[in-house]
Nanobody, 126 residues
């Protein structure tokens, strides 16, 4: 089992940057795929990006490709989301997720992820 705690959210102007962190506890962090999802007010939770257990594979939603970068440090049990060129439509609560995800198609399905953080608010002003 793993517990996840996100940090790094905040208020930023359009075009700015933020880096989110997700710190994990538990001995098997390096075995888990990690993902970031977001949920805007009144909308469903949507996939943002995922990274395999080794960090060798990453998967991005089209809406964030070229602007967001996911990385992980297994020694620190932390996954990062660097967000650049932020837009007002990126405003949402961002959630970190973990699980044993093997299929590329499963990364974007939030029902496949069983471990979630509490979320961190990202607000992008225009």
């Amino acid at each position: 089992q793993v517990q996840l705690v996100e940090s790094g959210g905040g208020l930023v102007q359009a075009g700015g940057s933020l880096r989110l962190s997700c710190a994990a506890s538990g001995r098997t962090f390096s075995s888990y795929a990690m993902g970031w999802f977001r949920q805007a007010s009144g909308k469903e939770r949507e996939f943002v990006v995922g990274i395999s257990w080794s960090g060798g594979s990453t998967y991005y939603a089209d809406s964030v490709k070229g602007r967001f970068t996911i990385s992980r440090d297994n020694a620190k049990k932390t996954v990062y989301l660097q967000m650049n060129s932020l837009k007002p439509e990126d405003t949402a609560v961002y959630y970190c997720a973990a699980d044993f995800i093997l299929l590329e198609s499963d990364y974007s399905d939030y029902l496949k992820w069983n471990y979630w953080g509490q979320g961190t608010q990202v607000t992008v002003s225009s």
